[in-house]
C-alpha cells in the first residue's frame, strides 16, 4: 500500500468522542498527527468513507472539537483527516 499521509504519526492514546449524524459514540485515538487520526470504537460500522464526523478529543480535562472525514473505515478501526 502507498503511503498518502502528509506527516508522521505519533502514538496516543486519547478518549474521543465523535458524533455522526444525530448520534454519538465513545472511542480512543490510537495514533494522530496534525492532519488526521486512527480511531479504534466498539461501534464497528458507525462510519463510511466519504462521511463527515466531529470529534470530541479529551486532553488535560479539555475538550478540542474537530470536523473530520473518513477515509478508511475497516471493522472497528477508521480514519479520520481533520477538515
Given at each position: 500500500?502507498?503511503?498518502?499521509?502528509?506527516?508522521?504519526?505519533?502514538v496516543?492514546?486519547?478518549?474521543?468522542?465523535?458524533?455522526?449524524?444525530?448520534?454519538?459514540?465513545?472511542?480512543?485515538?490510537?495514533?494522530?498527527?496534525?492532519?488526521?487520526?486512527?480511531?479504534?470504537?466498539?461501534?464497528?460500522?458507525?462510519?463510511?468513507?466519504?462521511?463527515?464526523?466531529?470529534?470530541?478529543?479529551?486532553?488535560?480535562?479539555?475538550?478540542?472539537?474537530?470536523?473530520?472525514?473518513i477515509?478508511?473505515?475497516?471493522?472497528?478501526?477508521?480514519?479520520?483527516?481533520?477538515?
Open positions: 500500500m502507498n503511503e498518502k499521509r502528509f506527516a508522521g504519526r505519533t496516543c492514546k486519547r478518549d474521543v468522542t465523535f458524533l455522526v449524524g444525530e448520534r454519538t459514540y465513545n472511542g480512543a485515538i490510537e495514533n494522530m498527527s496534525n492532519y488526521g487520526a486512527s480511531i479504534l470504537t466498539k461501534a464497528s460500522g458507525c462510519v463510511e468513507k466519504g462521511m463527515t464526523i466531529r470529534l470530541a478529543i479529551s486532553c488535560d480535562d479539555e475538550e478540542n472539537i474537530r470536523d473530520a472525514s477515509v478508511w473505515s475497516e471493522g472497528d478501526v477508521f480514519g479520520a483527516k481533520f477538515i
